[in-house]
Structures are given as C-alpha cells and as structure tokens.
C-alpha cells in the first residue's frame, strides 16, 4: 500500500467510525458508537469551506480520467466525496478501486468505512472482514468491526474486536474507551474501570467524564468523591459541558444551606483533596503543611505559564487564594501572559458565583460597579450582593460608593 492510501484511510478511519455512528444511537455511557476521535457531522471533516472541497473533487476527478487505473487517488477521490456526504459515489470510487488492486487491504478498510457512515453495517462488516483476512495486523480495520458488531447487536464480537485492537495498539485511547463501555455492559465493572483509566489518560473527554461517575458511585473503583472531581476537572478542561454541570452541583451542594452538615464538610473535604493533588504534578516546589494556593506559588515564582491554568483548577475547586489571585490579575494582566480583563477568569468568577460563592460575588460586585473591562452596570453588582451577610454588604458599599 502507498504512503498516500495510507494516510487518507487513516484520516477516514478517524472520522468515519464516530460520526456516522453517532447517528443510529443515541448517547449514553453504554454507548461505545460514541468516540473522541471525531465527533459532529460528516461536513467538518477537513474543509472549513464547501467550495474548498469542490475544488478538491474537481482537481481529483481530472486525475482520475487522465490515471483511470490509479486506485490510490480514486481513494482519494472518495475520501473527498464522504466529506461533502456523497456517500454514494464515494462507495463507487471504492469499489473502482478494489476492483484495480483487489488485494489492498487499505481499500477493503475505506470502503467498508464509508459503508459504516452510510450505515450498512453488514455490508460493513464483510468490507472490514476482508480487510482483516488481506492484512490481519490492520489494527484500524478490527476497531472499525468493533463499531460494527456492536451496531449488529453482536456484543460479545464487538469486545473481541477491540480486545484484538488493543493487542495491535496497546496505547489507543479511543479503543479502551470503547471497550470499557461494552464491559461495563456486561457487568464486568472492574476491568472497564482500568480500561476508562488508560482512555481517560490518553485524553478522551468521555472517559473522563464517565471515570468521574465512577469514583462518585464506586462502580467497579473504590469510591472517591476527590478523584471523581479531578476527572471531572480533566473533562471539563476538554469541554465535556456534562463533567462541568457535574462540577457546579458539587460547588452548589457544598456551598448550599439546604445541604446537611455532613454533607457540607464531605464536599469541601473533597475540594481540599482535588486542590491538593494539583501539586502532585509539581515534585520541585516543596508542599506547605498547611493548604496553600498552589497558583499563589508559582505566581510568586512567576511561573505564569503554570500558574494561570493551576489558579482557574482552584478557583473552580472554590479556592479563596485564588480567587483573590485570580481578581488582581483580571485587572492588571501578567505581561505578556495575560491580558487584563480576561474572559476566561471572568467567566471563572461568573461560574463560581452562581453556585453560591461568597468571594466571587464581591469579585463580581467589584468589577460590575467599577465597569472593570465591561461597561459599569451598578444594578448588577448589587444584584450580586443578595444573599450576602449584611455586615459584607455594607462594607462593599462603603467601598464603591453604592448607597
């Protein structure tokens, strides 16, 4: 197989498996269809603009009429094809082109990738089948057949797909993750935790998201609200919005005076632990006795490459260091660093407030009265303040002036 057909499998092999699986089930933890590896529809995959890939399809198709028995850019052809969502005509190209090179076991895979976003999963399945029988070590063929199984309702099939995967790439996130899943169906709690740690680590936003259920209810791990909130924390990083809702109802749970006491202190407990793990990965600063904003140091080292994102980890972990921190940077910036009037802090102190931190909404208040990168809104910084101890609110009205 030439170094192009390769490259361009590949690049439809990650697109395809989880796009147009994407659409025959919906999502769910049990959903081994649903990938990081691609995700929206068939129409961001690789253009940013339709004319682009016409121009692309046009260039292709006069190659193909001057070089009718080049498979290698009628694959092409049909990798450009899917990307518009001409499903048919891509399949054709396919065929056109095993039919030149009926032993190219690359070509049996695109073909039965493009079957799959067309979901023919049958014919899929035969596609990816005789791919695996023409280059058994094609490891993307048996993770293609892995979706395909499980589509069939073949769940057993499916597993052994990717277990056979795993054997070729051992390191391949999104075949972990999908593993997990289907073991997770099968009662086989424990050994889908290990696989969700490994996709998890290899930065699947799912597989954080669902090993954070998992330390939140103890399902085949030991229960552990502080790492449940760290892989929360890691999903919400890559813009897993459930892990972040998750997150927020710890912050409000933690926060709220309809909450017991005990439950309360076992939140806040588990905030301190995330908190504290963030200096795990910092083994050259020396850890202080007492909890300490870790941001706060670096800043002081001014590490601002590390501090920055390690202040916004604790500001959500509902830090007061560092929210402090955190409000003299939004005004002042950190050369070339950070801006001042930063969004990302701002939405930071937006997030925490709403779920009831106090320090946030006198941040808020601040920013809002004073008009601090955003126009002066005075309503709006004393909407802050309800809820508020009256001692507090009347300090930070003495301060800006709002009486």
Known sequence: MRPRSILLVLTV??????????????????????SSEASGSISGLGFNEPADAMTEIASLRRTVRLLPNDPDYRLQLAGALLRVGDLDAAVEECRAAITLQPDDGNAHLQLGLMLMAKQEWRAAASALGEAIRLEPDLSHAHYSLGSVQYSLGNVTAAVESYRRTLELRPLFPDAHYRLALLLRVTGRTREA???????????????RLF????????????????????????????????????LSKVRRQALSSESTKQRRVELQSALQIYRNTLWNDFPDISRPSEPQSLGK???????????????LRECFALSEEA??????????????????????????FESTSADGFTPAKKILTRIYAKGLGLETNIPKAKAFLKGLPKQDTQSLFDELGLN
């Open 193 to 207: 935790a290990q696989h969700l740690e490994t996709a998890a680590a290899g930065g699947v936003p799912q597989a």
């Open 13 to 34: 092999a990650a697109t395809v498996c989880s796009s147009s699986l994407a659409r025959s089930h919906s999502p769910s933890e049990h959903n081994p269809s649903e």
């Open 323 to 348: 929210h402090a921190e955190l409000a003299t940077l939004y005004e002042a910036g950190w050369d070339q660093y950070l801006k001042p009037f930063d969004k990302t802090i701002l939405s930071c």
């Open 211 to 246: 090993l954070g259920n998992a330390y939140q209810t103890g399902q085949g791990v030991e229960k552990n609200l502080g790492l449940a909130i760290f892989w929360w924390m890691q999903a919400a990083d890559l813009g897993q919005q459930t892990a972040a809702n998750s």
């Open 297 to 311: 140091v670096l800043r002081e080292q001014n590490r601002a490459e590390d501090a920055i994102p390690i202040l």
